[in-house]
C-alpha cells in the first residue's frame, strides 16, 4: 500500500491476533450493548444542553451551510485524475469537507432532533459507498483498491468507518432498517472483515499496525471505537480493544522517555489526540480497569507540549510542522479534564474555550470535548513553561530562553537525534532564533504536501533536505537521509546564566574528506542575551565549506554583519571565519514560504576552519 508496499505476512509460529484469555477478560468487562462517548440521540437530557450552547448554535449554522452547497464531487474519477495529473491538491480539498460535513449533519442531528439533516446524512454516506475505495489514492499508485483487488485501510478510510458507525450508534432509532443495514455491511466489508481476515491468516498485513509514529494511534482508535458503537457481539468488540491494546504499544515506541514528538507539535496534536480517544474509549468500556495513560512514559508524552513551547504560544517547528502550529489545546488540557480523573497538583483553570479551535473534522473528538470533559470552558492546564531551559537529553534537543528579568524575550532551539525520524527533514544541527514572539532564525515548516511529499523523491525538496535548514554544506554536498546519519551529543553545560552543548556533525554527511565537523552552541542570558554558534571543522584535503542561516526577515547586509529584522524586533548577526573572509550569498528557498538563504563561505577550499554566528538582539 501507498508508495512501496509495507504490508507484512506473519512468520509461521506467530499472530497478531490477541490472545483469547484477554479478550474473554475485556468481555466481562464492557458493556452489554453498544457504546460511545456520547449516549444515543435518544437520550435527550444529554443532548438538549447543547441546543442553546454556543458550541451546538455553531454545529447547527455550519450545517445548514453545508447542506445549502452541493455535495463534494468526490468520486472515483477524481481518484483517476489524481493518479493520472500525479497531483492531490483536489482530493486533499475533498478529503476534509467529506469529513466535516459527516461530523457536523451527525451532531446537528443528535443535538437538535429536528430530522433536518438525516437526508443529506443519508446521501453522503450513500455516495461513499460508490466510491472504489475510501483510501487516499497516494496509498493506492497501483489502483489495486480502487479496482476493488484489495482492501487496504489507511487514515482516510478509519476515519469514514467511524463515522458510519457513529451514525449508526447515534441516530439508529430514526434510520431506515435498509439504510443502517447498509452501513454495517459497508463496515463489515471495507472495515473490519477486511482486516480480521488479514490478522487471522497472518497475510498481507496493513503496515500501520507495526509503525512508530501517528498512523498506529490514528487507525487503532478508530477500529476500537467503531467496534465499540456499532459490532452487535461483545465478544467482537472484545476482539478489537484486545487487538488495539496489544499493538498500540508501536506508537509510544516512537517516543523517547522524555516524552519528545519527533514528528513536531502538528503531528503530537493528531497522534497523541487519537491515542487519547483510544485510551478512552478503552478506559470508558472497561470501567476503569485498562487505562493507557496511567504510565510514567504515557504521561510524558500527554505533558510535552507543557515543556515544547519556546515562547508564549509558539512551538518549535521541526520536521513536517507548520510554522504556527500549536498543541490542540483540547488534547493538551487532557490529562487534567477526562471525567473520573484527578488533576495534576499543578493545574488550574485556564480561560480558553475547548471547542474555540476545534476543525470539525472528527465527530468522535467532538463527542469526547462534550461528554468526555469536566468543564470544556473552564479547563484545567499547567502553565506555560517559564523554566530556563528544557533538555530532551535522548532525542538531542535543546530550548533555552530568556531569565525572567531579562530585556527583552530572547529564545533559541538547537537540535540533533538522526535524519531518520517520523517526518524527517534532513536538519541535524538545526537551530532557530525568536525574539519578543517572532522567530528570525528558523526551520521553515513543512512543504504544501504533494504526491512527491512521501515518495523516493522527499528529498528534493529543499524545504526537506538540509539546503533549507541552517546548517552546513560540505563539498556541496547535503545531509544525508536515514538513522545512521546522526548528531550526537558530546557536551552540555548548564547553569543559569549560560546553556552549552556540543553536536558531532560528522555522521550527517557522506564527505570521504570531512574528518571532523563539530557544532557548538553557547546560550548566554547576560544583559539582552546572545547564541553564539560555532563550527569546527578538519578535512583530510581542500574541500568547499559552507555554513547557512535561513531567515524570514527584512535582511540588511554589513561589513562582517547581517541585521534579519524589522524595528521593534531584529538581531544582529557577526560572522568571522577566521583569517579567511567569507563571501555571503543569497538564494530564496523555491516553496512556500519562501525564506531566504542566507550562505557563509571561504572563497576557497579549506582543509580546517573555525566558523562562528554571534547574535545579539539589537
Known amino acids: 500500500m501507498g508508495a512501496y508496499d509495507f504490508n507484512f505476512n506473519v512468520a509461521v509460529g506467530e499472530t497478531y491476533c490477541p490472545a483469547p484469555e484477554r479478550v474473554k477478560a475485556i468481555a466481562a468487562l464492557i458493556p452489554a450493548g453498544n457504546f460511545a462517548f456520547a449516549p444515543p440521540a435518544t437520550d435527550r437530557a444529554a443532548w438538549d444542553q447543547w441546543r442553546d450552547d454556543p458550541f451546538g448554535q455553531r454545529i447547527q449554522a455550519r450545517a445548514r451551510e453545508l447542506a445549502a452547497q452541493p455535495a463534494p464531487a468526490l468520486d472515483n474519477a477524481a481518484f483517476e485524475r489524481c493518479l493520472d495529473e500525479n497531483s492531490v491538491t483536489e482530493i486533499n480539498t475533498l478529503f476534509p469537507l467529506v469529513r466535516e460535513r459527516q461530523t457536523v449533519f451527525l451532531v446537528a442531528e443528535a443535538i437538535y432532533a429536528t430530522g433536518e439533516f438525516l437526508t443529506v446524512i443519508e446521501a453522503d454516506a450513500r455516495a461513499l459507498g460508490k466510491l472504489g475505495t475510501w483510501i487516499h489514492p497516494g496509498n493506492d499508485l497501483q489502483r489495486k483498491n480502487l479496482r476493488g483487488e484489495e482492501q487496504d485501510n489507511d487514515l482516510a478510510s478509519c476515519h469514514n468507518a467511524v463515522a458510519f458507525a457513529l451514525t449508526h450508534y447515534l441516530l439508529g432509532d430514526r434510520l431506515s432498517e435498509e439504510f443502517k443495514t447498509y452501513l454495517r455491511?459497508?463496515?463489515?466489508?471495507?472495515?473490519?472483515?477486511?482486516?480480521?481476515?488479514?490478522?487471522?491468516?497472518?497475510?498481507?498485513?496493513d503496515w500501520w499496525l507495526i509503525v512508530?509514529?501517528?498512523?498506529?494511534?490514528?487507525?487503532?482508535?478508530?477500529?476500537?471505537?467503531?467496534?465499540?458503537?456499532?459490532?452487535?457481539?461483545?465478544?467482537?468488540?472484545?476482539?478489537?480493544?484486545?487487538?488495539?491494546?496489544?499493538?498500540?504499544?508501536?506508537?509510544?515506541?516512537?517516543?523517547?522517555?522524555?516524552?519528545?514528538?519527533?514528528?513536531?507539535?502538528?503531528?503530537?496534536?493528531?497522534?497523541?489526540s487519537h491515542y487519547f480517544t483510544l485510551a478512552e474509549i478503552l478506559r470508558q468500556g472497561t470501567g476503569g480497569a485498562v487505562d493507557l495513560l496511567d504510565t510514567p512514559k504515557a504521561r510524558s508524552i500527554a505533558r510535552f507540549p507543557d515543556r515544547?513551547?519556546?515562547?508564549?504560544?509558539?512551538y518549535p517547528a521541526f520536521c513536517d510542522c507548520l510554522l504556527d502550529a500549536r498543541p490542540t489545546e483540547w488534547a493538551r488540557a487532557w490529562l487534567d479534564n477526562r471525567v473520573d480523573s484527578t488533576p495534576d497538583a499543578l493545574a488550574e483553570p485556564h480561560g480558553s474555550d475547548?471547542?474555540?479551535?476545534?476543525?470539525?473534522?472528527?465527530?468522535?473528538?467532538?463527542?469526547?470535548?462534550?461528554?468526555?470533559?469536566?468543564?470544556?470552558?473552564?479547563?484545567?492546564?499547567?502553565?506555560?513553561?517559564?523554566?530556563?531551559?528544557?533538555?530532551?537529553?535522548?532525542?538531542?534537543?535543546?530550548?533555552?530562553?530568556?531569565?525572567?528579568?531579562?530585556?527583552?524575550?530572547?529564545?533559541?532551539?538547537?537540535?540533533?537525534?538522526?535524519?531518520?525520524?517520523?517526518?524527517?527533514?534532513?536538519?541535524?544541527?538545526?537551530?532557530?532564533?525568536?525574539?519578543?514572539?517572532?522567530?528570525?532564525?528558523?526551520?521553515?515548516?513543512?512543504?504544501?504536501?504533494?504526491?512527491?511529499?512521501?515518495?523516493?523523491?522527499?528529498?528534493?525538496?529543499?524545504?526537506?533536505?538540509?539546503?533549507?535548514?541552517?546548517?552546513p554544506r560540505i563539498g556541496g554536498q547535503l545531509q544525508e537521509t536515514g538513522a545512521n546519519f546522526r548528531a550526537l551529543t558530546l557536551l552540555t553545560e548548564f547553569t543559569d546564566t549560560r546553556d552549552r552543548m556540543v553536536l558531532n556533525l560528522r555522521g550527517a554527511y557522506d564527505v570521504p574528506s570531512l574528518r571532523r565537523l563539530e557544532r557548538e552552541f553557547v546560550f548566554d542570558r547576560a544583559g539582552a542575551g546572545r547564541l553564539t554558534i560555532t563550527d569546527t571543522v578538519e578535512f583530510s584535503e581542500p574541500t568547499v565549506f559552507e555554513s547557512a542561516l535561513i531567515t524570514p526577515a527584512r535582511i540588511q547586509l554589513l561589513p562582517g554583519q547581517v541585521r534579519l529584522g524589522e524595528e521593534d524586533a531584529a538581531i544582529m548577526v557577526d560572522y568571522t571565519g577566521g583569517s579567511a573572509p567569507l563571501v555571503v550569498t543569497q538564494d530564496t528557498i523555491n516553496?512556500?514560504?519562501h525564506p531566504?538563504?542566507?550562505?557563509?563561505?571561504?572563497?576557497?577550499?579549506?582543509?580546517?576552519?573555525m566558523f562562528r554566528f554571534v547574535i545579539t538582539p539589537v
Request: glycine share 8%; hydrophobic share 40%; with cysteine.
Open 354 to 471: 475547548l471547542f474555540a479551535d476545534d476543525k470539525l473534522q472528527f465527530a468522535d473528538v467532538l463527542l469526547l470535548m462534550m461528554f468526555r470533559i469536566r468543564e470544556p470552558r473552564r479547563p484545567l492546564r499547567r502553565k506555560p513553561a517559564t523554566a530556563l531551559r528544557d533538555f530532551f537529553a535522548p532525542s538531542h534537543f535543546l530550548i533555552c530562553r530568556s531569565a525572567p528579568d531579562a530585556p527583552r524575550r530572547f529564545s533559541a532551539t538547537f537540535l540533533g537525534g538522526n535524519n531518520g525520524v517520523n517526518h524527517n527533514h534532513n536538519d541535524l544541527g538545526t537551530f532557530v532564533v525568536m525574539l519578543d514572539g517572532k522567530s528570525l532564525i528558523y526551520d521553515p515548516g513543512l512543504e504544501v504536501y504533494s504526491m512527491r511529499t512521501f515518495s523516493a523523491q522527499r528529498y528534493e525538496s529543499q524545504l526537506l533536505n538540509s539546503y533549507g535548514h541552517p546548517v
Open 212 to 272: 512508530k509514529h501517528n498512523w498506529n494511534a490514528v487507525c487503532l482508535s478508530c477500529y476500537a471505537q467503531a467496534a465499540a458503537a456499532i459490532l452487535p457481539g461483545r465478544e467482537d468488540r472484545a476482539w478489537w480493544f484486545a487487538f488495539a491494546e496489544s499493538l498500540i504499544y508501536n506508537f509510544t515506541d516512537g517516543f523517547a522517555d522524555d516524552g519528545l514528538c519527533t514528528e513536531g507539535v502538528s503531528y503530537w496534536s493528531y497522534g497523541v
Open 596 to 609: 531566504v538563504r542566507l550562505a557563509f563561505a571561504p572563497s576557497a577550499p579549506i582543509t580546517r576552519g
Open 185 to 205: 455491511r459497508e463496515l463489515d466489508r471495507r472495515f473490519f472483515g477486511a482486516l480480521r481476515s488479514r490478522v487471522e491468516a497472518g497475510r498481507n498485513l
Open 308 to 314: 515544547a513551547e519556546v515562547q508564549p504560544g509558539i
Open 591 to 593: 516553496q512556500p514560504p
